[in-house]
């Protein structure tokens, strides 16, 4: 049975900085392309970044570029998204997702490519 458990999430000021993780289990998170989600009050969900464990190639938002960084550790199964320079407008429950297909990647990162999701973590940053 598919598993997908985030962590990490918490309060910070902008400017600060959180690590988010994604522990799987159930398959072989090296065959599916992993992706993390973002939904902000009131807002619909958005495409955060994306990462091929097979490959370790990683697709970002333009938002997440150069502030946000996904990573994978293979002996424990788990995706990371570390986050950088965080600012207000960075508030939202922050969703880990594995994708539909054993693929690469699909760019845009699309909600509707993932079919596994998981319970999602809290992120607030106040300024």
């Known amino acids: 049975q598919v598993h997908l458990v985030e962590s990490g999430g918490g309060s910070v000021q902008a400017r600060g900085s959180l690590r988010l993780s994604c522990a799987t289990s159930?398959?072989?998170?090296?065959?599916?392309?992993m992706g993390w989600f973002r939904q902000p009050p009131g807002k619909e969900r958005e495409g955060v970044a994306a990462i091929w464990p097979t490959t370790e190639r990683a697709v970002y938002a333009d938002f997440a570029k150069g502030r946000f960084t996904i990573s994978q550790d293979n002996a424990n199964n788990t995706v990371y998204l570390q986050m950088n320079s965080l600012e207000p407008e960075d508030t939202a429950t922050y969703f880990c997702?594995?994708?539909?297909?054993?693929?690469?990647?699909?760019?845009?990162?699309?909600?509707?490519?993932?079919?596994?999701w998981g319970q999602g973590t809290q992120v607030t940053v106040s300024s």
């Open positions: 997702a594995r994708q539909r297909l054993t693929h690469d990647c699909f760019f845009p990162i699309y909600g509707r490519n993932f079919n596994y």
């Open positions: 159930g398959f072989d998170y090296r065959d599916y392309c």
